[in-house]
């Protein structure tokens, strides 16, 4: 069975964006593979319990070409069922153009420019109100466009707000090989200083991400990660202020090398959630 597959790294965490809204899954290895769907079922345990299983979903699904087009996810809410849905369009330069995610109001719509060097230049914020999901008006009200400096190993970013005024610089430093050891964010109205840290494994995987603040002692929020002998990410470790929040295990299964289990433990409370991919899709 496990021949069939071309064996990859499932997961893209170059920017440290595993789990999250953005789209973290490695485009190649879902299209050589012709990965349609991945459903998984969500359990749960407390501390000193054994796990419930519950009626609650998520699932991603791609395109042809690797993109993921749509994810779903529904979870218990204050003791009713809440659905979060999350869209994905791309230009043709495959970047990612327009993303939705569904809120109790309607539809949040984030749409992305890029210049001739595929970089980001502007963000338009909008909301889709939707009728028995139809979108019946677009509001937009919030822009921001972004401006670049290139120097010596060094690249700077300042963005402007709704009313084309600066209000942020951001610095990317880069080592000799290419690799982003330092990036910088300064707030131009308050003086406040974030640094994020980025630090790499010997095989040059992201290994930490450090978020460091002018104001603070201790780093405000940091991610580490861990990946097996095939470079797949295992681990994501949530600190925030020194403390360790969340603790995310990832399992693949050992014949295929396909996403299997993730485990999501919130160490405060020792709740743990449980979801198992067992369900997955092709193209033909």
Known sequence: MCSIFSFGQVLDNRQGEAFTEKPFFNESFIKENKIKEIKGEFSYMKT???????KYYSSYSFDNQGHLVESYETRPDDGSEDTTFNYYFYNEADLL???RATEKEGL???HYSYDSLDRLV????KRDIDS???IIRTLSFNKERIAYFDYDK???CTYYNNY???YMDEFFNYNEMGYLMERIERIKMTSTVYTYQHEYDEMGKLSAIRKISNKSEVPVEEMEFSYDELGNLIEKLIYRNGILKTNIQIIYNAKTHLLESVITTEEATGFMMVCRYR???FFN
């Open 48 to 54: 000193g319990k054994g796990l419930v299983p519950m």
């Open 97 to 99: 153009e327009l993303h």
């Open 108 to 110: 949040l719509a984030i």
């Open 122 to 125: 502007g963000k338009e914020f």
């Open 132 to 134: 028995n999901g139809q």
């Open 154 to 156: 060094q690249l700077k």
């Open 164 to 166: 084309d005024l600066p």
């Open 279 to 281: 369900d997955y899709k």
